[in-house]
């Protein structure tokens, strides 16, 4: 569709001259002699563009550009005067004027002025809808949850986010130790910089040694050449040691030294290399235990836990659970194509009931196999993995205490829509009716 413009002046020549300059660049332009009359036309028609004379009988043109602003803020005004003044020309682009042009002005300079302002408007235009993209597209890395032990987690990363300090983090497999590592780095000071992250239990002592260190060209059969180490790479970010009750005493030494230098040396090398990084680490073990029962240096242990962050295992925090779900749901819909918008009563039922021994990741794994599955909005439970199906044969609403868990499940979502009531039906699978019925049932009064 072709711009649409608007040039309101007293004069029928400038209207004239800039409207057959302003067409012949394929611009749709219409006139107005006043601020009345524009008026009338920008409420009975799209107009993208304006160039709006400042002095005419009546209301003047910057009478009408606060005017217009206030009702239509993306309109793009362009101002116009034979009387220019410093003060004018900053009252206009003040008042939200793109640009300020005066008479007498040449066909060529109101050209350029409108495919300038036009240019300009598309940018901010393609900003504001990538920033709005992003910011409705779910993060990489995001915790999950409301439950006081996710809390209070949330307020120790926000506790040490400008801090440089090394931090420990405990857990089960699966609890999410690695996506709370990614976290407390896009929330620290380093955030721009390399997040390097190693397993230590997938690999062989003297592999994970070269891949931390580096080596020297010529330091064992097949170093044919100098090779920087994760730790040397990290300069600046942070590297993250996953399952680090993994690594061998001797490579605890190791550990130690780089930590308390900061400093690197290859394998085969008596170089020393300075690295400013951040360490932080995670072991499936708990890790005190380990230096008990001689497995892990005790020196290292206190080194590592300046903060100690334990992730509960999902079982601990099953009032997460439906937050989870419709977190995993929107990905994954979104991920296969898919429009499936939530589980059924009994389905949420059966998976409340599960344990979940393999934590979030588990779930996350459980909820992509019925997004893919399912054949209706609406996830059924036959859809669900038989294992966890047979678990839970019955579930009654007594031992259950089904009321409490719908309620809750009803105030996560509407905490996810933001109290927007149809997004709310639509995530539970049922209709406004019913949802002002159930909101009424529990006394959940919306703000």
Same mark, same amino acid.
């Given at each position: 569709?072709?711009?649409?413009?608007?040039?309101?002046?007293?004069?029928?020549?400038?209207?004239?001259?800039? %409207?057959?300059?302003?067409?012949?660049?394929?611009?749709?332009?219409?006139?107005?002699?006043?601020?009345?009359?524009?008026?009338?036309?920008?409420?009975?028609?799209?107009?993208?563009?304006?160039?709006?004379?400042?002095?005419?009988?009546?209301?003047?043109?910057?009478?009408?550009?606060?005017?217009?602003?206030? #009702?239509?803020?993306?309109?793009?005004?362009?101002?116009? %005067?034979?009387?220019?003044?410093?003060?004018?020309?900053?009252?206009?682009?003040?008042?939200?004027?793109?640009?300020?042009?005066?008479?007498?002005?040449?066909?060529?300079?109101?050209?350029? /002025?409108?495919?300038?302002?036009?240019?300009?408007?598309?940018?901010?235009?393609?900003?504001?809808?990538?920033?709005?993209?992003?910011?409705?597209?779910?993060?990489?890395?995001?915790?999950?949850?409301?439950?006081?032990?996710?809390?209070?987690?949330?307020?120790?990363?926000?506790?040490?986010?400008?801090?440089?300090?090394?931090?420990?983090?405990?857990?089960?497999?699966?609890?999410?130790?690695?996506?709370?590592?990614?976290?407390?780095?896009?929330?620290?000071?380093?955030?721009?910089?390399?997040?390097?992250?190693?397993?230590?239990?997938?690999?062989?002592?003297?592999?994970?040694? /070269?891949?931390?260190?580096?080596?020297?060209?010529?330091?064992?059969?097949?170093?044919? !050449?100098?090779?920087?180490?994760?730790?040397?790479?990290?300069?600046?970010?942070?590297?993250?040691?996953?399952?680090?009750?993994?690594?061998?005493?001797?490579?605890?030494?190791?550990?130690? !030294?780089?930590?308390?230098?900061?400093?690197?040396?290859?394998?085969? /090398?008596?170089?020393?290399?300075?690295?400013?990084?951040?360490?932080?680490?995670?072991?499936?073990?708990?890790?005190?235990?380990?230096?008990?029962?001689?497995?892990?240096?005790?020196?290292?242990?206190?080194?590592?836990?300046?903060?100690?962050?334990?992730?509960?295992?999902?079982?601990?925090?099953?009032?997460?659970?439906?937050?989870?779900?419709?977190?995993?749901?929107?990905?994954?819909?979104?991920?296969?194509?898919?429009?499936?918008?939530?589980? /059924?009563?009994?389905?949420?039922?059966?998976?409340?009931?599960?344990?979940?021994?393999?934590?979030?990741?588990?779930?996350?794994?459980?909820?992509?196999?019925?997004?893919?599955?399912?054949?209706?909005?609406?996830?059924?439970?036959?859809?669900?993995?038989?294992?966890?199906?047979?678990?839970?044969?019955?579930?009654?609403?007594? +031992?259950?205490?089904? +009321?409490?868990?719908? #309620?809750?499940?009803?105030?996560?979502?509407?905490?996810?829509?933001?109290?927007? #009531?149809?997004?709310?039906?639509?995530?539970?699978?049922?209709?406004?009716?019913?949802?002002?019925?159930?909101?009424?049932?529990?006394?959940?009064?919306?703000?």
């Amino acid at each position: 569709m072709p711009v649409k413009i608007l040039v309101v002046d007293d004069d029928p020549q400038v209207r004239k001259l800039c %409207t057959i300059a302003l067409k012949r660049e394929g611009y749709e332009v219409s006139g107005a002699n006043d601020a009345q009359r524009a008026l009338n036309i920008v409420d009975t028609k799209s107009i993208d563009l304006m160039l709006l004379d400042i002095v005419m009988p009546g209301t003047d043109g910057l009478e009408l550009l606060q005017i217009l602003k206030k #009702k239509w803020e993306e309109l793009i005004v362009i101002m116009i %005067t034979g009387f220019p003044s410093i003060e004018t020309s900053i009252k206009a682009i003040k008042n939200g004027a793109y640009d300020y042009i005066t008479k007498p002005f040449s066909i060529d300079e109101i050209r350029f /002025s409108v495919k300038k302002a036009l240019e300009y408007h598309n940018t901010l235009e393609e900003n504001s809808k990538l920033k709005q993209a992003l910011n409705n597209k779910d993060k990489p890395y995001e915790l999950i949850g409301n439950s006081p032990k996710i809390q209070e987690i949330f307020k120790i990363i926000e506790s040490v986010r400008d801090m440089d300090c090394t931090i420990l983090i405990e857990g089960e497999s699966g609890t999410g130790k690695e996506v709370l590592a990614r976290i407390i780095h896009e929330n620290s000071k380093r955030a721009d910089k390399p997040f390097i992250a190693i397993n230590c239990g997938a690999l062989p002592e003297t592999l994970l040694e /070269s891949e931390l260190f580096g080596y020297k060209k010529g330091a064992f059969t097949g170093a044919v !050449r100098n090779k920087r180490g994760l730790f040397e790479a990290a300069d600046g970010g942070v590297v993250f040691l996953d399952e680090i009750a993994e690594t061998s005493t001797a490579l605890q030494v190791k550990l130690l !030294r780089v930590l308390e230098e900061k400093a690197i040396r290859r394998v085969g /090398s008596t170089e020393t290399i300075n690295s400013d990084f951040r360490l932080l680490a995670a072991t499936n073990k708990n890790l005190l235990d380990e230096v008990g029962k001689g497995n892990f240096r005790e020196d290292l242990y206190y080194r590592l836990n300046v903060i100690s962050l334990v992730m509960p295992p999902l079982r601990e925090r099953k009032q997460d659970i439906p937050l989870l779900l419709e977190h995993f749901v929107r990905r994954f819909s979104s991920q296969h194509s898919r429009k499936i918008t939530g589980f /059924s009563k009994e389905t949420l039922e059966i998976l409340l009931m599960y344990d979940f021994p393999g934590n979030v990741r588990e779930l996350s794994n459980i909820v992509e196999r019925t997004v893919i599955l399912s054949k209706n909005k609406i996830i059924q439970k036959e859809f669900i993995p038989e294992i966890i199906r047979k678990k839970n044969p019955d579930v009654k609403e007594d +031992d259950f205490k089904l +009321d409490i868990v719908e #309620k809750n499940h009803i105030k996560n979502v509407l905490e996810v829509t933001k109290n927007h #009531k149809s997004k709310t039906a639509a995530l539970l699978g049922i209709d406004r009716k019913t949802l002002y019925l159930k909101l009424k049932r529990f006394g959940i009064i919306l703000k």
